[in-house]
């Protein structure tokens, strides 16, 4: 089992930047790639950029193209979501979510592991 905690949520204005974290627990000497998710309000969850267990490849939705960035820090079991130019569009619930393999994924069903979710809110 991993256990995921977002935090570094909250309330910014348009334009800002926010850095969240995902850290992992748990049975954390297994190979896992992540994925951060949100949902907005009435919205399904939605893929927005993942990163594969060794860090060699990224995905990223065309909505955070060029805005968001992906990194992780293994030796500290915690993956980054590095959030530039926020848009009132991006407010919503994050998640992370690990999936235990080498290979980084964009669909919900790939992922084993979720974290509770960290709100951001972003005021136009």
């Known amino acids: 089992q991993v256990q995921l905690a977002e935090s570094g949520g909250g309330l910014v204005q348009a334009g800002d930047s926010l850095r969240l974290s995902c850290a992992a627990s748990?049975?954390?000497?297994?190979?896992?790639?992540v994925g951060w998710f949100r949902q907005a309000p009435g919205k399904e969850r939605e893929f927005v950029l993942g990163?594969?267990?060794?860090?060699?490849?990224?995905l990223y939705a065309d909505s955070v193209k060029g805005r968001f960035t992906i990194s992780r820090d293994n030796a500290k079991n915690t993956v980054y979501l590095q959030m530039n130019n926020l848009k009132p569009e991006d407010t919503a619930v994050y998640y992370c979510?690990?999936?235990?393999?080498?290979?980084?994924?964009?669909?919900?069903?790939?992922?084993?592991?979720w974290g509770q979710g960290t709100q951001v809110t972003v005021s136009s």
């Open positions: 990163i594969s267990a060794n860090g060699d490849r990224t």
């Open positions: 748990g049975r954390t000497s297994s190979n896992y790639a």
């Open positions: 979510a690990a999936r235990a393999g080498l290979r980084v994924g964009s669909r919900r069903q790939e992922y084993d592991y």
